[in-house]
Structures are given as structure tokens and as C-alpha cells.
């Protein structure tokens, strides 16, 4: 393990070659690279200077930048249009790695020996807090799966006092519920008082994979095997960030509208034809030995999106198929191409924001998601929306 990126005995031979290659193009490409970079950098102080990328410079909605690269957003900025469909050949990425036969052997449904398992594939981990009795007691029409590092109380703290409070929404069942991972200091204290906090709130989920930025596509694929081994019952799921502001009433009345499919559905902010960062050094790096294709398949935007709750199980059964890279929401976009199942828009697509200007009380009576800048923030609009005075 230690490699995000298993690379298999093909793929070794192949970056031979290309390592073997690279001493003739370097001077070339060091010069080449210079000039490029200086560019970029006199391009970038330009347009910082003008005042359009200000929304970028907050650290929480940093991870988000390659979703919205900066052309195709400025270009397309959250447009219904209908993009021609990628062109992603899959089976060049199918193929299985062998680097994980170090793995812990905890699988809860054993595989049939000899099988070897991606990185992704949610049964090479196993559950080490869990609240197995939550679809049990009740089928709920929503759960909404919070992926959360093990340290930020305050996010969750946040969360269940707003949009994750309510038990019963339009008076459908919602339940919310937190996936972490391990933290990386394995920290005793920190342990415990997850413990505590589990006891009083009864909704944390917690699975043995090192809980990094990098490692958010093993955190989504088990947050899928969680709903499609503890709660099949439930109608829809969503994978919900914890930076996010949720306007969950909107949504369960989006999700009750005549039309919207009961399986075989995801939704949310749709992103097409997005191109796979190739540059080095960038957080959404991804090298052509994990993922080839230059474009992603359709995809939702790892924000926040909205599924059918059959699709889970699917998810789990196909990823054992298809290498992992660590971009979550695109994983996800590979899986539904390999199902052969399209992303569809939302009734209103406009009710799926990204990036919050600036509050507008009206507004968030009207939206589903919004990503925020804190956890006060979160409180705060909550708080205001909640008034009884009418928001238009
Ligand atoms: C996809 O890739 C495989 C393996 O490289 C190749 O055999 C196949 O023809 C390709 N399919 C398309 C549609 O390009
Ligand atoms: C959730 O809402 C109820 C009222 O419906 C309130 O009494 C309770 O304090 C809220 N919980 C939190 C954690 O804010
Ligand atoms: C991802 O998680 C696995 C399993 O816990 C771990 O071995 C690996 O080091 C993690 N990778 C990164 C990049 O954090
Ligand atoms: C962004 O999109 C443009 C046009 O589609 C492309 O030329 C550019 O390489 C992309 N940049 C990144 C970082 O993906």
C-alpha cells in the first residue's frame, strides 16, 4: 500500500520507457516550461488584479478550483447547456493492479481468495464505529452521508444544528450521518472523544483508511458500501461535504417531484467533458497510468450530489473494475459510465450552486446546495433563513 495509485507491472515497464526517454527532451522542455510559466504568472496578476478570481482565494473553496476551470467557468458558468457526450474508453482503465495483497484481510464479505482488490473497493476496510440499528429503527426517504476529517467538530457541530437537525423534512424521514477515516497522527485522545461524541449524538460512521485528501475516493466508495450494507431501505442518498450549505427542504421537495426516477438517478451539479489536470504539483493531479482519458465522463460535482439509493450497491460491485483515482466525484462519473447509466440534470439546475458571493436571504430560500466560506457562516444564514418573516 502507500501508493494511491497502485502501480501495476504494466504500467511500471511503461513509466521505464518513458523515464529512459525523458533525459533527451529535458533542456527542451525546461525552456519550454519557463516561458510557459512565466505567462501563466503575468496572465494570472493581470486578471488577480482585475478583481474576477477574488473567489478564489478562500482556502475552503480552493478545493474546488479544477472543477471550475477557470476558462470552461467563465466560459459556461453554470449553463443548462447539453455538452456532446465524452469519449472515454474504459476499458483501458479497468484493468486491476496488484498492490494490494498487503492488504488487511478484514473483509466483511470475504472475497473468493486470489481476487485482488483496487484501493477503492470499500471491503479492504472495515468499520471501526458504526451505528448499524440507524435504517433499522427507521426507513428513512433521504440519509444525507457527511465525508468529515475525524478532527473538525466544529463542521459537524454546525451541521447538527442546521440543515442536519431536522428528523422529519416535509414530512419525509432525513437522517445525517458522518464518515471519517483514520487520522493520520493516530491519536489516542482523539479517539476517545469520537467515542463520546458518538455516544451523544449517535451518528458517526468511521472506517479504518487513512483519512487524507488523497484517500477521498476510498472515503466516498465506503460511504457507499456503508448505505448499500446497513441501509438499503432508504429511497434516495446523498453525498453532502461538510463546507456545504443545504437547503434540505428544497431538495426533499425537488426529490418528491413527479418524473424524478427512483433508480438509477444522480443529480446534482453537472460537469462535462472536464479535462484531467496533467500538471505535476497539482492537488488535482492525475498521471495517464491511473486514468488515461484526457476528459472525465459527465460527472456531479463532489459538493454536494443526489442519488437513487439503489445506486450504491452498483457503485461498490463495479469499482472493483476500475482503478482508483483520487478525484472522488470524477470515480464516481467512471462508475456510472461503466454502468452505463447518464448523470441527469436537476429539475432546476440553477438550484445546485458552488460558490457563495454573497448571502442573499431570498436566494437561499430558493437553492438547494451553496458551498460556504465556515461553520459561523453556516450558522449565521441558517439562523436568518429560519425567521418567520417571508424571504421575498
Ligand atoms: C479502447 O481501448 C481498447 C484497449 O486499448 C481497444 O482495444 C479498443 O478498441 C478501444 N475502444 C475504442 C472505442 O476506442
Ligand atoms: C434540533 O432542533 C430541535 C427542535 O426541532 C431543537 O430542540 C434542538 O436543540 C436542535 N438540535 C441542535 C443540536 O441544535
Ligand atoms: C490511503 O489509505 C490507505 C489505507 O489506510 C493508506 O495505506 C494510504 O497511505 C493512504 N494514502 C494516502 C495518500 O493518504
Ligand atoms: C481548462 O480548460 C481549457 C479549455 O478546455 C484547457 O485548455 C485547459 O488545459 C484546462 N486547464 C486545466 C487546469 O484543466
Known sequence: MGNVGGVSGANRLKSQVVESLTPLKKPLFHLWFKI?????????????????????TSPLQGHYH????????????????????????????????????????????AAPTGTLYHQAYPRNYHFIMNNPEVC??????????????PGNLEARDAIRQTWGNGSVVQ????????????SEEADVQQQEKLQQENLQHHDLIQSNFMDTYLNLTIKTMVIMDWLATFCPTAAYGMKIDSDMFLNIDNLVIMLRMPGIPQVNYLTGMLMWS??????MGSKWYVSEELYPDPLYPTY?????????????????DISISIKTFNIEDAYIGVCMKKLGIEPISPPNPSQFRAYNVKYDRCEYSQIITYILGSAQELINYWTDLKRPEPPC
Not at 42 to 48: E, H, P, R, S
Not at 300 to 316: A, E, I, Q, W
Request: one cysteine or more; a neutral charge; hydrophobic letters at 45%.
Open 66 to 109: 479544477r472543477l471550475l476551470n477557470w476558462t470552461n467557468l467563465l466560459e459556461v458558468p453554470f449553463s443548462n447547456k447539453i455538452h456532446p457526450s465524452p469519449t472515454v474508453n474504459l476499458s483501458e482503465i479497468e484493468e486491476t493492479t496488484q498492490s494490494h495483497t498487503e492488504l488487511p484481510t478484514a473483509l466483511p464479505t
Open 36 to 56: 510557459l510559466l512565466g505567462l501563466v504568472l503575468l496572465m494570472l496578476c493581470f486578471t488577480l488584479s482585475s478583481g474576477s478570481l477574488t473567489w478564489m
Open 136 to 149: 433499522k429503527t427507521k426507513t428513512p426517504f433521504l440519509i444525507l452521508m457527511v465525508p468529515v476529517a
Open 274 to 279: 472536464r479535462e484531467v489536470v496533467r500538471s
Open 300 to 316: 456531479t460535482l463532489g459538493m454536494g450530489y443526489v442519488f437513487s439509493n439503489d445506486l450504491p450497491r452498483k457503485y461498490v
Open 171 to 182: 414530512g419525509e424521514v432525513v437522517v445525517t450521518l458522518f464518515m471519517l477515516g483514520l
